[in-house]
């Protein structure tokens, strides 16, 4: 059975960090493209970063420069650095895999999902 569970969210206050995990458990995702996915109350589910199998990297034009996308395919684990936090970025953060094989900030072109972890920027 595959599973992604993210972790590391949490409340935090604006302008600090935060850095959440993607674990990957019953097949390996080291070929194929991940990102993180945010949403927030009320609005639809937005791409947040994304990697590719050969660690190539796209982000959302309003988390560029502050958040870090990266993976370990040892571990089977993505990861996302976020930095100078603001109450915008409130949301529940999700990680996905996509088995097509390329990059896209597209939800529907993933096709596992984890549960999902809040992150709560207070200002």
């Known amino acids: 059975q595959v599973q992604l569970v993210e972790s590391g969210g949490g409340l935090v206050q604006a302008g600090g960090s935060l850095r959440l995990s993607c674990a990957a458990s019953?097949?390996?995702?080291?070929?194929?493209?991940m990102a993180w996915f945010r949403q927030a109350p009320g609005k639809e589910r937005e791409f947040v970063a994304g990697?590719?199998?050969?660690?190539?990297?796209d982000y959302a034009d309003s988390v560029k420069g502050r958040f870090t996308i990266s993976r370990d395919n040892a571990k089977n684990t993505m990861y996302l650095q976020m930095n100078s936090l603001k109450p915008e970025d409130t949301a529940v953060y999700y990680c996905?895999?996509?088995?097509?094989?390329?990059?896209?900030?597209?939800?529907?072109?993933?096709?596992?999902w984890g549960q999902g972890t809040q992150v709560t920027v207070s200002s």
């Open positions: 996905a895999a996509n088995m097509a094989g390329w990059l896209t900030p597209r939800s529907g072109e993933y096709d596992y």
């Open positions: 019953g097949r390996t995702f080291s070929r194929n493209p």
């Open positions: 990697i590719g199998w050969s660690s190539t990297t």
